[in-house]
C-alpha cells in the first residue's frame, strides 16, 4: 500500500505529464474539425480550458512535491514548449496559456520527505475530477471516431490518431484509479505491457509523422517510415513474451536504444518546424507533444532496467 507522501508525489507526477496530454489533444481536436460541425469545436475547446484548470492546480500543488527525475526528464516541458505553443496560438488564432509553462519551468522537486494530510486530501480530491473529466474526453473522442468511421463526419485528424489519444486517456484512468486505491506498482511485472503500450504508441508517432509531412520531404519520409517499423517490431516482440511470460530485459535494451534514436528524431523535427525549415502540415506543438512522450517512456524504460537489476 502507498504511503501518504508516494501517493502524492505519484499523482503530481502523473497529472504533470499526462494532465497536458489531455489538454493538448482537446487541443489538436479543437483544430480538426470542418465548419459544419461547430458544436464539437466548442465541446473541444471546453474540454481544453478544463485541463488547463486541472494542470493548473496540479502545477500547484507540485512545488516541492514531485520527483525530480520527472522533471529533469522532458515530460513536463522541453527547451521548446514554450516557442512551440506560441507558434502554434500564432498559426491557429488559439490562445494557449504559456505563463502555465512558465510556471512548470520554475518548479523544483523531492522536498516533501513525509506526508502531508491537507495537501493528500486536495491530491486525492483532484485525482478524483482528473478521473472524471478525463473518462468524459473518452466519450467525446469515441463519439468522434464513430461518427468518422461511420462517414458522419469528416476531421483532419486521422482515425488512428483518434483511437491513438483514447488509449493514452484510458493509461492515464487506469493509473489514476490504482493511485486513489493506493495500489503499489510493481514495475517489473508492469514493464512489459507498458513496452507493448509505449512501443506501439512510438510506432504510431513515426506513421503520423510520415503521414503529415510533404511530399518533398523524401529523406525525413523514410527515416519516420523506419522508425514505424522499426517499433512495430518491438511491439510484437512485446507481446510474444507478454503471451510467453517471458522476461523483458532484451526487449527493454532494443525499446531503450530505439527510443533514444526516436526522441532524437523528433527533437530535430521540433527544431526544424519552429525554424521553419520542415514542409509539413505538423503544427510545432504536436512535435513538442510526441517529444514529450519520448521522454516519457526513456524514463520508464530506465525504472525498468533500475528494476530488473536489483
Known amino acids: 500500500m502507498l504511503s501518504g507522501t508516494e501517493f502524492i508525489k505519484q ?18 481536436l479543437e483544430v480538426s474539425f470542418t465548419p459544419r460541425d461547430p458544436n464539437y ?15 493548473s492546480e496540479a502545477v500547484s500543488l507540485a512545488n516541492g512535491t514531485v520527483s525530480n527525475d520527472v522533471l529533469r526528464s522532458g515530460e513536463v516541458i522541453t527547451p521548446y514548449t514554450l516557442n512551440a505553443e506560441k507558434a502554434t496560438s500564432f498559426y491557429t488564432g488559439i490562445q494557449i496559456p504559456t505563463s502555465l509553462t512558465q510556471r512548470e519551468a520554475n518548479l523544483a522537486g523531492d522536498g516533501l520527505s513525509e506526508g502531508n494530510p491537507m495537501i493528500e486530501r486536495r491530491v486525492h480530491a483532484l485525482n478524483q475530477r482528473v478521473i472524471l473529466a478525463t473518462t468524459q474526453l473518452i466519450g467525446f473522442k469515441s463519439d468522434i471516431l464513430t461518427n468518422v468511421l461511420n462517414c458522419r463526419m469528416f476531421t483532419f485528424n486521422y482515425p488512428l490518431l483518434i483511437t491513438h489519444i483514447i488509449r493514452e486517456a484510458e493509461l492515464y484512468v487506469k493509473q489514476l484509479r490504482r493511485l486513489q486505491n493506493r495500489e503499489a506498482v510493481n514495475w517489473e511485472k508492469e514493464a512489459l505491457d507498458l513496452e507493448f503500450f509505449w512501443n506501439r504508441q512510438m ?11 510533404d511530399p518533398t520531404e523524401n529523406d525525413l519520409f ?12 518491438l511491439t510484437e516482440e512485446a507481446k ?17 536504444m530505439a527510443t533514444e534514436e526516436l526522441r532524437s528524431f523528433k527533437e530535430q523535427g521540433t527544431k526544424g518546424l519552429l525554424s521553419c525549415e520542415i514542409r509539413s502540415i505538423i503544427v510545432p506543438l504536436l512535435g513538442d507533444h510526441v517529444l514529450r512522450e519520448a521522454n516519457h517512456y526513456l524514463r520508464l524504460l530506465r525504472m525498468f532496467k533500475g528494476a530488473e537489476g536489483s
Open 11 to 28: 499523482s503530481l507526477n502523473l497529472h504533470l505529464f499526462f494532465g497536458r496530454i489531455m489538454k493538448e489533444h482537446s487541443f489538436f
Open 41 to 55: 469545436t466548442r465541446q473541444a475547446d471546453a474540454f481544453r480550458m478544463e485541463f488547463d484548470g486541472l494542470l
Open 203 to 213: 510506432a504510431e508517432h513515426a506513421k503520423f509523422i510520415r503521414g503529415l509531412l
Open 222 to 233: 523514410e527515416l519516420a517510415n523506419r522508425f514505424g517499423m522499426e517499433f512495430d517490431l
Open 240 to 256: 510474444a513474451a507478454i503471451d510467453a511470460a517471458a522476461p523483458s530485459t532484451y526487449i527493454t535494451d532494443d525499446s531503450l
